[in-house]
């Protein structure tokens, strides 16, 4: 039996990653399962498709704008680059001081981990990836990641500690060519587990459409959910505004488990 307890999920922006990560944070936690979600989407809104109130989401900074922070962890100034900085600086705390809760769901948001989309080393970066190495590595509660089109917050170190990635795909070109390109770089990384959910998916056409061309086993889908468009607009959980989506998740939770010997 292997033991599910770090999924990343990914996929083209707009495509209900955010979403996706909400309800099966919820499931798990409904399921009994300790969740510590992770916004590593710079420009995700997990906090709100969570369902977290207004008054928590302020209290949630991206660490990689924490600068005081950084800068006592690393010895250096964020926003620089080249120089001395540690690349192995203190994260234990970070998770539990850092983040909000609600619902017994813990959040945590990472931010941005580039310097100006260089990709260049830099002390928040370092901070970043040795808090993400700490979280897949050394902390047991179920973690579900929130993350950009890519694998840019994990290195090859830490991606086999990923049980299993999750691209979510829509019925269209662009969608499976981004997914494409994830499972490219996600095998570069030797991660173990790929699966695709269809996502916003009205019919059978859309279903096949999406197994015809997606590079990676399809586990389950999503169907075009007006709840969930109304959730999104509204800051609202995504989990309680949309119960037909919820049941749709939960098989793909069970199937997902199923697919990995859970």
């Known amino acids: 039996m292997t033991a599910l307890n770090k999924i990343a999920i990914s996929g083209k922006g707009g495509v209900g990653k955010t979403a996706l990560t909400a309800l099966l944070s919820h499931i798990y936690t409904e399921r009994g399962r300790s969740v510590i979600a992770i916004d590593a989407d710079p420009a995700g809104g997990l906090a709100g498709a969570l369902g977290f109130p207004a008054e928590l989401i302020e209290k949630l900074k991206p660490i990689s704008e924490m600068e005081e922070l950084i800068y006592e962890r690393t010895g250096a100034k964020p926003g620089t680059s080249g120089g001395f ?5 203190r994260v234990d705390d970070i998770p539990d001081t850092f983040s909000v809760r609600h619902d017994d769901i813990r959040l945590l948001k990472l931010g941005s981990i580039d310097l100006g989309g ?6 928040e970066s370092a901070m970043l990836k040795a808090l993400v190495t700490h979280l897949l590595l050394y902390r047991d509660e179920m973690m579900i990641m929130d993350m950009e089109a890519g694998v840019e917050h994990l290195g090859r ?32 990384l030797k991660l173990r587990h790929l699966y695709a959910v269809g996502n916003k998916v009205r ?6 459409f999406i197994v015809d061309n997606s590079p990676v086993p399809v586990i389950g889908y999503l169907s075009s959910s007006p709840e969930v468009i109304e959730a999104d607009l509204k800051g609202l959980s995504v989990y309680k505004a949309a119960p037909a989506t919820v049941a749709e998740a939960q098989v793909i939770v069970d199937a997902l488990e199923a697919a990995i010997g859970a």
């Open 85 to 89: 900085f540690s690349l192995t600086p």
């Open 118 to 123: 260089s990709g260049c080393m830099c002390p």
């Open 157 to 188: 170190a830490t991606a086999q500690a990923v049980d299993a990635m999750l691209i979510v795909v829509e019925p269209g070109r662009r969608s499976l060519e981004v997914a494409e390109r994830i499972t490219q770089l996600a095998g570069d």
């Open 203 to 208: 019919t059978d056409l859309d279903r096949a």
